[in-house]
């Protein structure tokens, strides 16, 4: 050890762990379910999201659909007496 | 090739569970390692790596695009262990250095470990908890000081000296000790 840096001899010798193989699956399997369920949650989150925004910017989207069709009569209607 | 940090945040956040497995397979042994040699024991550890991996799982969605998924699971196996460790009698007993194996091993690890292993795992039990979070990562998980002090929450500066105490005192506790001489009688 003493003419080796003794953080290089840690990370050679020191052994390595793992937990055994059925804890490991315990593990995984738990946090597969946990992931489908966060997933299932960030959809839900998305398209509430989604539906807060739609109504908060709802009349706006209206009121210019109808500005936007009362221009094109009142041009429609000009260009006949043109 | 595995799969970079990077892309494994972006595959978790959409809840991809291959890339699950990947970063469970590439950083269990690691996290779990840590784990033990901080709180000292291979059941807690287990219950600490569960629940490591389930806020992994938890979080997956809200993971930043540029997550580090290792420095980000050694940050909360690390608050995991501190958090566990506030539990006064253990606390006391790993702030101080225990003097025991940070590692309790199992008669399979026993004899697989070399007598130098036995040895490192007898000095790192020794150091401080502070000293020996910054000795672990650094040293034996491999991560770069900018990550070890991100993971830690301290200055680069503040884990540089960490570092060189630590280093200090695993020397100290390596060296071969002498023996005494025995005084003649006169």
Redesign the interface.
């Known amino acids: 050890v003493n003419d080796r840096d003794v953080f290089d001899v840690l990370h050679r010798e020191l052994p390595a762990l793992d937990v055994d193989d059925l804890r490991s699956r315990r593990i995984r399997g738990l946090a597969l379910v946990e992931l489908a369920r966060a997933g299932r949650a960030n959809e839900g989150r998305l398209s509430a999201r989604a539906a807060r925004a739609w109504r908060r910017t709802e009349l706006w989207w209206v009121g210019a659909l109808a500005v936007g069709y009362l221009v094109w009569a009142a041009e429609a209607t000009l260009r006949l007496y043109r | 090739m595995p799969p970079s940090d990077a892309e494994l945040a972006q595959a978790l956040r959409?809840?991809d569970?291959s890339a699950?497995?990947a970063a469970?397979a590439a950083y269990?042994?690691r996290i779990?390692?840590f784990l033990?040699r901080m709180v000292g024991a291979r059941d807690v550890a287990?219950d600490l790596?569960?629940e490591t991996?389930?806020r992994?799982?938890?979080?997956?969605?809200?993971l930043a695009e540029d997550s580090q998924i290792g420095a980000w699971l050694f940050t909360v196996a690390r608050n995991l262990a501190r958090s566990h460790l506030r539990v006064p009698s253990d606390a006391a007993r790993l702030e101080e250095g225990s003097g025991e194996l940070a590692?309790p091993?199992t008669p399979f690890?026993e004899a697989?470990?070399?007598e130098?292993?036995r040895r490192?795992?007898m000095a790192?039990g020794q150091l401080p908890l502070g000293l020996r979070e910054a000795?672990l990562l650094?040293?034996?998980e491999?991560l770069s000081p900018a990550q070890a002090a991100g993971v830690l929450g301290v200055t680069p500066e503040a884990l540089r000296q960490r570092?060189s105490r630590g280093?200090a005192l695993?020397?100290d506790a390596?060296?071969p000790k002498a023996t005494p001489q025995r005084r003649k009688a006169p």
Not at chain 2, 56 to 62: D, E, G, I, Q, S
Request: hydrophobic share 55%; with cysteine.
């Open positions: 959409r809840c569970p699950f497995d469970f269990r042994p779990f390692g033990v287990e790596l569960q991996f389930l992994l799982a938890r979080h997956a969605p809200r590692a091993l690890d697989a470990a070399s130098l292993g490192l795992e790192l000795v650094v040293a034996v491999g570092l280093r695993l020397e390596l060296e």
